[in-house]
Nanobody
Framework: RVRLTESGGGSVHTGGSLRLSCAASGDNVTTYSMGWFRQEAGKEVAGVAVLDNTGSTTYADFAEGRFAISKDNVKNTLYLQMNSLKPEDTAMYFC?????????????????WGQGTQVTVSS
């Protein structure tokens, strides 16, 4: 079983930066595809960035150029560096992992999710 624990959320002003971390534990987790998703109040979960098990990355349009996903396989930790934050980035951010694929659609097929970490950006 894989366990995902997010940290690093908080409150910042417009233009600020945060780095989210997702500590992963479990068998073979270093070979999993992983990603970050977010849920704004009253809205559905949306993809932010994915790092698949080949090392390829995918970003949502709103994240391109401002966010960067990376992974430390020694620490089994996934990161999301978020720069130039905007109030519309305010959301609960979740880490997700799957043996096969993590993408922005078919969220119900993703095997593992963390509990989330709140990001609040004020103007």
């Amino acid at each position: 079983r894989v366990r995902l624990t997010e940290s690093g959320g908080g409150s910042v002003h417009t233009g600020g930066s945060l780095r989210l971390s997702c500590a992963a534990s479990g068998d073979n987790v270093t070979t999993y595809s992983m990603g970050w998703f977010r849920q704004e109040a009253g809205k559905e979960v949306a993809g932010v960035a994915v790092l698949d098990n080949t090392g390829s990355t995918t970003y949502a349009d709103f994240a391109e150029g401002r966010f960067a996903i990376s992974k430390d396989n020694v620490k089994n930790t996934l990161y999301l560096q978020m720069n130039s934050l905007k109030p519309e980035d305010t959301a609960m951010y979740f880490c997700a992992a799957d043996e096969i694929v993590v993408d922005f659609s078919n969220l119900e097929t993703i095997g593992y999710w963390g509990q989330g970490t709140q990001v609040t950006v004020s103007s």
